[in-house]
């Protein structure tokens, strides 16, 4: 079956300019996630919905950064006046989480997002 | 690609060999863990996972072992395999705080030596 689909796999952009990552879960998978992964780093936590709602956003570095996911499904990730520093592969991933019990985070090959 | 493993403590062993991973977890109230093993240019693939009501864990050629006196996670492989080359984070959660995010672990590249 599908895994977890990110597009773009590459996305090089200008400093200041603005991005729109994007993710496709699993089919029936109501959480979803996105992580962001430095180099030689261990991915760290930006966002996680439960449905359509943004359920924890405490990951999001500053404003620049903001996430959707309108029908449940589909989620992008917009980064606003990019800077060097957000250069990172960005991760999304899937679970079929029922609530009260953790269940396997399934990863996207993420999009790997270079700021010039 | 870049690699992923780049800077990241180092395990090398002979294939057909045996290996340990170890991961020492940061938070006492964690209560579920999980093993992911990580390709050069691909997202984390899921291995295993544990629950904190449990200290030993088996899948197909892996087994998890949960301390949680000292805060201690391994992975053994058992009977590596060229295959095996990656690298390997532990991640904890804490599902008492109300979220299911994971923290990861700094992570270790296995190599296979043939």
């Known amino acids: 079956g599908a895994g977890v689909s990110q597009t773009p796999s590459n996305k090089v952009t200008e400093k200041g300019k603005y991005v729109e990552l994007r993710c496709d879960p699993i089919s029936g998978h109501t959480a979803l996630y996105w992580y962001r992964q430095s180099l030689g780093q261990g991915p760290e936590f930006l966002i996680y919905?439960?449905?359509?709602?943004?359920?924890?956003d405490s990951g999001l570095p500053n404003d620049r950064f903001f996430a959707v996911r309108p029908e449940g499904s589909v989620s992008t990730l917009k980064i606003q006046r990019t800077e060097r520093g957000d250069s990172a592969v960005y991760l999304c991933a899937s679970s079929s989480l029922d609530r009260g019990t953790n269940s396997p985070l399934h990863f996207g090959n993420g999009t790997r997002l270079t700021v010039t | 690609g870049e690699s992923v493993g780049l800077h990241l403590p180092t395990l090398s062993v002979q294939e057909g060999d045996n290996s340990i991973i170890n991961c020492a977890y940061s938070?006492?109230?964690?209560?579920?863990f999980i093993w992911y093993k990580q390709e050069s240019g691909k997202g984390p693939q899921f291995i295993i996972d544990i629950r904190s009501n449990m200290d030993k864990r088996q899948g197909q050629r892996v087994t998890v072992l949960l301390n949680k006196t000292v805060k201690h996670l391994s992975l053994q492989i058992a009977a590596t395999q060229p295959g095996d080359s990656a690298v390997y984070f532990c991640a904890e959660n804490y599902s008492g705080a109300g979220s299911y995010q994971l923290t990861f672990g700094k992570g270790t590249k296995l190599s296979v030596i043939p």
């Open positions: 938070n006492s109230a964690s209560d579920y």
């Open positions: 919905f439960q449905g359509t709602g943004a359920a924890d």
